[in-house]
T-cell receptor, first 111, second 115 residues
Framework: DAKTTQPPSMDCAEGRAANLPCNHS???????VYWYRQIHSQGPQYIIH???NNETNEMASLIITEDRKSSTLILPHATLRDTAVYYC????????????FGSGTQLTVLP | GAVVSQHPSRVICKSGTSVKIECRSL??????MFWYRQFPKQSLMLMAT?????????EQGVEKDKFLINHASLTLSTLTVTSAHPEDSSFYIC???????????FGSGTRLTVV
């Protein structure tokens, strides 16, 4: 699986967009980019995933560069409840794949 | 949406006793379940992968005789921590995937404290 690099921490003002970067320069062609987040003392929560194209759902947008070596998760209007550790995880297609968590980015949304 | 229920949420046990943690997929059949462990201020570390009806596959360094995993049905997996010691105190989290699906659903986690 590809290795990832994420900043250890970021702050964001409530109501503003939070842009969380992830570098995955060794990602292979069949690996999707998954984003999960973990609020303190809870299980991780799925946010979004993509392969090549940008994706958007009710929680966030995912921007993947054309060379697929990096991506950015965008929370358009961050709230205090978005304070969590965000994980970017490359994952190949197929069954019984396992999610390998790196150290992630601690996002703190400030009032 | 897919829901995974994990119980108990917190458990305190005495050193030397065993503790069972249950993980249930409530609205889908989980062909594969994963068990993770998370120590304070650290990331999740995969302990084992279990497929329904098969023996679990353990990650390197995880003692299979200490962490017993049973995945007897498509909706239930259990992790039993045998002869627990204080160093086993941790946050244990299960995750489930469905056949042909993508994405994983996580339980809410179990905080184990061994005294």
């Amino acid at each position: 699986d590809a290795k990832t690099t994420q900043p250890p921490s970021m702050d964001c003002a409530e109501g503003r967009a939070a842009n969380l970067p992830c570098n995955h320069s060794t990602i292979s062609g069949n690996e999707y980019v998954y984003w999960y987040r973990q609020i303190h003392s809870q299980g991780p929560q799925y946010i979004i995933h993509g392969l090549k194209n940008n994706e958007t759902n009710e929680m966030a947008s995912l921007i993947i560069t054309e060379d697929r070596k990096s991506s950015t998760l965008i929370l358009p209007h961050a709230t205090l409840r978005d304070t969590a550790v965000y994980y970017c995880i490359p994952l190949s297609s197929g069954s019984a794949r396992q999610l390998t968590f790196g150290s992630g980015t601690q996002l703190t949304v400030l009032p | 949406g897919a829901v995974v229920s994990q119980h108990p949420s917190r458990v305190i046990c005495k050193s030397g006793t065993s503790v069972k943690i249950e993980c249930r997929s409530l609205d889908f059949q989980a062909t594969t379940m994963f068990w993770y462990r998370q120590f304070p201020k650290q990331s999740l570390m995969l302990m084992a992968t279990s497929n329904e009806g098969s023996k679990a596959t353990y990650e390197q360094g995880v003692e299979k005789d200490k962490f017993l995993i049973n995945h007897a049905s498509l909706t239930l997996s259990t992790l039993t921590v045998t002869s627990a010691h204080p160093e086993d105190s941790s946050f244990y989290i299960c995750s489930a995937s469905r056949q042909g699906g993508y994405g994983y659903t996580f339980g809410s986690g179990t905080r184990l404290t061994v005294v």
